[in-house]
């Protein structure tokens, strides 16, 4: 890496088949891919809203730029919590990507599983069935920006955390509260988090998100070869401040990063910022932090 620096590439722009290879492109040698599946994500919460998925366009141009760097063959995934990731690839125009690249569609739902720990309401353990697909893959997270209703905001790293839970009742058991949910996010990520991601905000989703939100005119993307560079870059330039999202905060402790690790490409934030509207209950959700040190909690639960 030069300078030592993870870089977060920031673009402005209106037209995502141009600012997504555009930021893809300001990364591009910080993208290694190792000999594994590759497989991209993108984000089906509800398979009936645009505005909540990742337009098929962001994801063209990511295959586009993973094909120039020699990959021939992906895997599609999605695990929608309304919706079946079928539905989501036939609704949003996906399918026909099988004229350009060699895919195969998985969904998440239906995938074989594996283990992990989680926290319960009481902050105990409870045991979640993650995807082992996708714990086996070079995994690339392509998600629209979007407010959220229990951690504030949703970007590359939720995208596959939640995406990868295999089936709505597996979903519906990381939402134990604002502390829980923030530390099983946490401990879920050092078992599978995104090897590059991109953030289209294009048209971000404000609001009362992640389905029920409002269109915003935000007209940022970013891109990182790093689990979590770009949202942490992201959510800054969503408006937000790094304190008020919690598994983010942990993420980052987890992985002793900094923000003098990270070196922002292209834009400026302070220069593209825009305020997303949050959602209405985000009082409740800043309630994450947990009384004293968080890692003695943590790390009494599972690895």
């Known amino acids: 890496m030069a300078n030592g620096k993870i870089k977060v590439s920031l673009v402005s722009g209106s037209d995502r088949t141009s600012t997504v290879p555009e930021a893809l492109a300001l990364i591009s040698d910080q993208v290694q891919i190792p000999d594994l599946p590759v497989l991209i994500k993108p984000n089906f919460v509800s398979t009936l809203n ?27 995934a999605a695990g929608p919590a309304i919706g079946t990731a079928a539905d989501g690839f036939d609704n949003y125009g996906y399918r026909p990507l099988v004229d350009e690249f060699d895919i195969t569609w998985l969904d998440l739902n ?7 720990a989680s926290f319960d309401d009481k902050l105990n353990a409870q ?27 949703t970007l590359g790293l939720k995208n596959i955390l939640v995406g990868t839970l295999a089936g709505r009742s597996e979903k519906q058991k990381i939402h134990q509260g604002s502390k829980a949910i923030n530390l099983t996010l946490a401990k879920m990520a050092q078992h599978v988090a995104p090897d590059l991601t991109v953030l289209d905000g294009t048209e971000g989703m ?40 919690g598994y983010l905060r942990y993420a980052m402790e987890l992985r002793r990063l ?9 834009e400026r934030v302070e220069d593209v910022k825009i305020n997303f509207r949050p959602h209405d209950n985000i009082a409740s959700q800043l309630t994450w932090p947990i009384d004293g040190d968080w890692r ?3 790390d009494a639960v599972g690895d």
């Open 296 to 298: 003695p909690v943590f």
């Open 50 to 76: 645009q505005l909540s998925a990742t337009p098929v366009d962001a994801v063209r141009s990511t295959l586009t730029f993973l094909k120039d760097k020699g990959v021939n063959e992906f895997t599609i």
């Open 127 to 153: 045991y979640l069935n993650m995807s082992r697909t996708m714990s086996e893959s070079y995994v690339v997270s392509v998600t629209r920006t979007k407010t959220h209703n229990d951690v504030v905001v």
């Open 258 to 266: 900094t923000l003098e690790d990270i070196e922002v490409v292209g």
């Open 206 to 245: 404000q609001g009362n998100g992640p389905v029920s939100g409002d269109p915003i005119d935000s007209r940022i993307t970013l891109a990182s070869a790093h689990s979590i560079a770009a949202d942490v870059i992201g959510l800054q330039a969503m408006g937000y401040r790094l304190d008020q999202v």
């Open 110 to 116: 239906t995938d074989e599983t594996v283990k992990i």
